[in-house]
């Protein structure tokens, strides 16, 4: 079937199917009229809700959590006057209050989104409509509408390149958006197009019909026709542009839309916008399902209870109080009595658990927000938290999934060094000849034989500029290499200022090195290039042009100078040019040993960003496996494994899968995984692990069986194998086996799919960070979305949870924040379940003093204050002040961040013990006042042991009891908690005080009907002591229990607490050793960066005119290497972690 996607329905398209095309082509054409625009339009949408959609949709949302489904159907029995011994706003309070503050939350969240949308949808393009250009937001643009692009404009819609103000319709344009690659790329319209030029009159005439592939999320594919003028002229990729780019050095160009909207392959591969849930949440579901289980056990047991009461007791009971009564039938009033106590009981999982988790993740989320560790002065950018739910999950990851450009380097490379002769230049030394670290340098050397040099270049041996000026020949030519070998385009600026326009980063380093130290690159032709030498200028004949390709790795060019000499100038990849020195090539040599003559070497710094190598040591110590998933070249993304310490020399094997079939990727998947377990081992061949226990069980397997460090680097074209479903198993086993993996060439999509599969199988929870919109899929996939705002655009913070403006930053959101926000919630966690147990199961053991009668224990008053006024602050500023150690030990010892990827801290067995414990507290609250109230009388020689003084006495040792545990349970002590725990116990005895007053009972006689009790209760001793004892009973034995586990068995958290309170009147200095660089293997950054440039459009003369493109700024990339800090930290580590197990053991 074809799809007519075209301006009107009048275009004759019924024929237009080709059979080379795939099934169901895109047919669009540009020949109709305006009236008849078709009604797809070019809109993105990146929201979850509309107007309309919001309520229902967020409502179901909302209540697939466990809990607030569950207290809604409390509500309703509530409403039950028959079986409710509570009033209903008891529950419907609370659970509108969650529900509208999270309401409000997702409300804010998705209005940001929206307004995102807007601000893309409502640029401004200009639309050839009625033969004229005509200003058009981009959302309503339509496909066959022809656009003009203007210089360093991006891109609304997927365009077919109709014409351009470069010769022969040639274009550049930046695709950093799409593959993160900033370098530019070359795009050239159809020889019958490029002739229409800027002609308005032609383009309004332009009525050629596309036929084209179906939308897809292949970004170097394109398969179409274009039928014009009775013509038929093939499309591919070079005659395409793609939302997300940016027109570059061209001053304007046209094209016709051909996909628009979500159609656009940019579009295509965002992934959609997840509603994203942590571990904690799916464990507390389920909790509160075990808990619901429990609670009609209890339920159960007490309704039999009551019916066996009623039918042995009830009825002379009954006789005695109410003679007129009719006989109850037992069974129906123990059906009664289950639902009530179900509704008495609840509270064993309260409705503020939930608002008090939400409070407390949005604090965690300020204190991200207002980190000033975490601030970039530069661009004056904060860290942003963008969601408030997943800030506990930050300290339970186990996988991070990085892009490489943009988000590990900062995009600026520069040259260091060179080697001329066998002399290297670029090293400094000190007065005592001894080599010091370059960032440590007196001043830089000046270039005063340069006057158009660049002043923020940096170079340091000033023995360079003395050779230069003593004019020695090997030196003069080594420079002379550098400005003449390239396919660089200059320009100058209105500032007479020289630019240069560079296909690759490391030809604009190079030639740009070369301009500033005297040998100026000034322009080309076809057929010359002309330089300055040292203020001479100084043109060669260019005879011969061979570029650089990914096979031959270097680059060309024959030239006859002003003497008439010809000569051959070449530079490229050591590997390469060495075979071409090397003695084996006889027939080489012969031929070319009277001029072919090694020059030099460079050495060319391909920046990091600041702090990569200690973030990447930092996680890697703390169990983290880093991936990185990037669109640039295999041999780049190797060299910045390299420079981030991902890859080192030292590593056993690095796996390469380059397959170009199904078959052969199986084949080296097998190979790796012979070589990593060894020929006589039997390995798993694919079966997956789906519990964490089993993943950890796999993981100790492979501590004991893989000896050594591994990587693996596998390419885009053999990972769309290895991800079928066959493969994917073994690749994911052979992955989770190295230390480090390295995908390259991959497309947005795979970096999902990849990201989709460790989610999937490994069960762990992963982190993909990234700063394009390439990365916006695999953001939006893993369970933690981190953007960079860097460079390359907003794409990937908007679509993110936490944002930030540099990669090192990482490591603090990680193992402080994340790391405190997990242990601070899974103590709120402990201490909720723990104190809700012990208030709620008081009523179990009375229900068998009371006839099962569903009465409660405490007054409903003091039921309906307990979580929301007595015991909420002290919990909220426990969860959100308290830490264990402080934000620098966290950062010092990675170590600390283990616990939570093991979910030690709270867990279904962790659970169990709060449960326990809260179990044991509620035995103590009742039997203790329950056995002192028997036969006890007061001072006064009164009977005390009366139902409301019980109730007051119990509910005092409840108050008490739980917080003193909370005391017991903060690490980190503020003013905040001091005043929210003494103070939630005043306002207890405040309020209880108020209630059983006189005065209140006057006005509302109904309501509060323990008049004077407290007054009464509260004045005796016995009563005092009854409340200590039950005190010491409840507190005691984990007292006990904490300090015999501190002192025999202790956490790495716990010595260093007790680290910290030793050193925090006296902590030594710290001092920073000075660093020294690490050799490392000789790569050749060059070759590995490169790619096909300009060379062919160089020498056809096709993109020559009289004016130069504007100027253009490359891709620039990053090899930093020391490893100082690396072997400081982890020296550092080792050495405490020792001094801590000399005589203990410790766990984590």
């Not at 096979?551 to 060495?578: C, H, W």
């Not at 003369?1101 to 620039?1116: F, H, I, Q």
Request: aromatic letters at 10%; charged letters at 20%; one cysteine or more.
């Amino acid at each position: 079937m074809t799809v007519n996607i075209m301006r009107s329905s009048c275009t004759k398209l019924q024929h237009a199917r080709l059979p080379c095309l795939p099934p169901s082509p895109r047919v669009c054409s540009s020949s109709c009229p305006l009236s008849s625009r078709i009604t797809d339009d070019n809109r993105i949408h990146t929201s979850k809700y509309s107007i309309l959609t919001f309520l229902p949709i967020n409502l179901f949302e909302q209540f697939q959590r466990v809990a607030n489904a569950y207290f809604l159907f409390l509500l309703i029995l509530q409403l039950i006057p028959e079986i409710s011994s509570l009033t209903w706003f008891t529950t419907i309070v609370p659970l509108v209050l969650v529900v509208t503050m999270t309401a409000v939350k997702d409300a804010t969240d998705d209005y940001f989104r929206h307004k995102s949308d807007n601000q893309v949808n409502n640029r401004q393009s200009e639309v050839l409509i009625d033969s004229k250009l005509q200003n058009e937001k981009w959302m309503n643009v339509k496909v066959g509408d022809i656009i003009k692009l203007e210089n360093n404009q991006f891109v609304a819609a997927d365009l077919l390149l109709l014409s351009s103000s470069e010769p022969h319709g040639l274009c550049y344009i930046e695709t950093a958006e799409l593959d993160g690659e900033t370098n530019l790329k070359v795009r050239h319209a159809l020889s019958v197009t490029s002739e229409l030029g800027a002609d308005i009159s032609r383009l309004a005439k332009f009525d050629g019909i596309v036929v084209c592939e179906a939308p897809n999320n292949k970004l170097d594919k394109f398969t179409g026709v274009l039928s014009w003028n009775g013509s038929k002229h093939s499309l591919n990729n070079e005659k395409i542009i793609l939302r997300g780019c940016v027109l570059r050095n061209t001053s304007w160009c046209f094209g016709m839309v051909i996909f628009a909207g979500p159609d656009t392959k940019l579009m295509q591969n965002s992934g959609k916008t997840k509603f994203k849930r942590t571990s904690i949440d799916r464990l507390m579901n389920t909790l509160v399902l075990w808990i619901f289980g429990f609670l009609i056990c209890l339920g159960t047991i007490l309704a039999i209870g009551n019916s066996i009461w009623e039918n042995q007791v009830g009825d002379q009971f009954r006789t005695f109080l109410f003679s007129n009564e009719r006989e109850k039938n037992s069974v129906f009033s123990g059906f009664l009595t289950f639902w009530s106590y179900i509704i008495i009981l609840n509270t064993v999982v309260p409705i503020s658990l939930y608002v008090s988790v939400e409070v407390i993740r949005l604090g965690h989320s300020y204190f991200i927000n207002w980190d000033r560790k975490m601030y970039y002065s530069r661009k004056a950018t904060p860290a942003e938290a963008r969601t408030t739910t997943l800030n506990e999950e930050l300290g339970q990851i186990e996988y991070v999934f990085s892009d490489k450009t943009g988000t590990l380097t900062q995009n600026i490379m520069t040259f260091k060094k060179c080697s001329i002769n066998g002399r290297i230049y670029g090293e400094v030394c000190d007065d005592w000849g001894q080599k010091t670290d370059m960032t440590k340098k007196k001043e830089t050397m000046g270039f005063s034989v340069s006057p158009q040099a660049d002043r923020t270049f940096q170079f340091f041996d000033h023995h360079l500029m003395e050779s230069i000026e003593l004019g020695d020949p090997k030196v003069h030519e080594f420079l002379r290499l550098l400005a003449l070998c390239h396919t660089v385009m200059s320009e100058e600026n209105s500032a007479g200022e020289l630019i240069y326009q560079v296909q690759s980063p490391d030809e604009g380093a190079l030639v740009t090195a070369a301009k500033n130290l005297g040998f100026i690159f000034k322009s080309r032709t076809p057929e010359t290039i002309t330089i300055e030498e040292l203020g001479t200028l100084v043109t060669y004949q260019l005879l011969a042009f061979l570029d650089f390709n990914n096979f031959r790795k270097r680059m060309s060019v024959i030239v006859r100078n002003p003497e008439g000499q010809i000569k051959l100038y070449s530079k490229g990849a050591d590997t390469i040019l060495f075979e071409r020195l090397h003695p084996s090539n006889e027939d080489l040599l012969t031929l070319t040993s009277d001029h072919l003559s090694l020059l030099g070497a460079t050495a060319v710094e391909d920046k990091l960003q600041d702090g990569v190598i200690e973030t990447v040591t930092s996680l890697s110590l703390a169990n983290i496996k880093i991936w990185v998933l990037t669109g640039d070249k295999q041999e780049t993304a190797i060299n910045i494994g390299y420079a981030c310490n991902m890859l080192t020399d030292d590593m056993n094997d690095v796996f390469i899968i380059a397959g170009n079939t199904a078959t052969e990727v199986r084949e080296e998947l097998r190979k790796a995984k012979e070589n990593l377990f060894g020929r006589n081992r039997s390995f798993s061949n694919g079966h997956v692990v789906f519990e964490k226990k089993q993943s950890l069980e796999l993981d100790s397997v492979v501590e004991e069986t893989v000896t050594g460090d591994y990587a693996l680097i596998i390419n885009g074209h053999s990972l769309a194998y290895a991800l079928e479903s066959d493969v994917k198993n073994d690749l994911l086993e052979l992955a989770c086996m190295c230390k480090t993996v390295v995908c390259c060439r991959v497309t947005p999509l795979q970096k999902a799919q990849v990201v989709e599969l460790v989610k999937k199988y490994r069960n762990a929870v992963t982190l993909a960070i990234g700063d394009g919109a390439n990365d916006v899929s695999m953001i939006k996939s893993a369970h933690i979305g981190v953007g960079i705002s860097g460079q390359e655009g907003l794409q990937a913070v908007l679509a993110s949870d936490y944002s930030f403006a540099q990669f090192r930053y990482l490591q603090r959101l990680l193992l402080v924040h994340g790391r405190w926000s997990y242990v601070r919630m899974c103590k709120f966690l402990c201490y909720f379940f723990y104190k809700n147990f012990a208030f709620t199961l008081v009523h179990f053991w009375f229900g068998f003093f009371c006839g099962f009668s569903a009465q409660t224990v405490y007054d409903q008053w003091f039921i309906t204050l307990f979580n929301i006024v007595y015991t909420s602050l002290p919990v909220l500023a426990m969860g959100i002040f308290d830490q264990d150690v402080s934000d620098q030990n966290s950062m010092d010892y990675p170590q600390l961040y283990k616990p939570g990827q093991l979910n030690l801290l709270f867990n279904k067995s962790e659970f169990f013990i709060c449960m326990a414990h809260g179990v044991y507290t509620s035995l103590a609250l009742f039997f203790i006042p329950y056995g002192a109230f028997h036969n006890m009388a007061g001072e006064d020689g009164r009977h005390t042991a009366d139902y409301q003084s019980f109730a007051v006495t119990t509910a005092t040792s409840l108050v008490i009891v739980v917080s003193v545990q909370i005391a017991l349970d903060t690490s980190y002590w503020t003013v905040i908690n001091h005043v929210f725990i003494w103070g939630s116990i005043a306002t207890y005895f405040s309020i209880l005080f108020t209630m059983h007053s006189n005065d209140i009972f006057g006005i509302f006689p109904n309501q509060f009907p323990f008049v004077g009790n407290a007054r009464h209760s509260l004045t005796q001793k016995c009563i005092w002591l009854v409340i200590l004892l039950t005190t010491v009973a409840s507190v005691m034995p984990v007292v006990a229990f904490r300090f015999l586990k501190v002192d025999l068995f202790p956490t790495l958290s716990d010595q260093i607490r007790q680290w910290q309170k030793a050193q925090k009147k006296a902590r030594p200095l710290r001092t920073r050793k000075p660093q020294t660089r690490r050799s490392s293997s000789r790569r050749s950054g060059y070759a590995f960066a490169h790619q096909e440039g300009y060379g062919e459009l160089i020498t056809s003369g096709k993109n020559m005119r009289a004016k130069n493109p504007p100027p253009m700024s490359g891709l620039e990339k990053t090899l930093y290497n020391s490893t100082s800090w690396i072997e400081n930290l982890c020296k550092k580590t080792t050495d405490t972690v020792s001094s801590f197990s000399q005589d203990k053991t410790v766990k984590l």
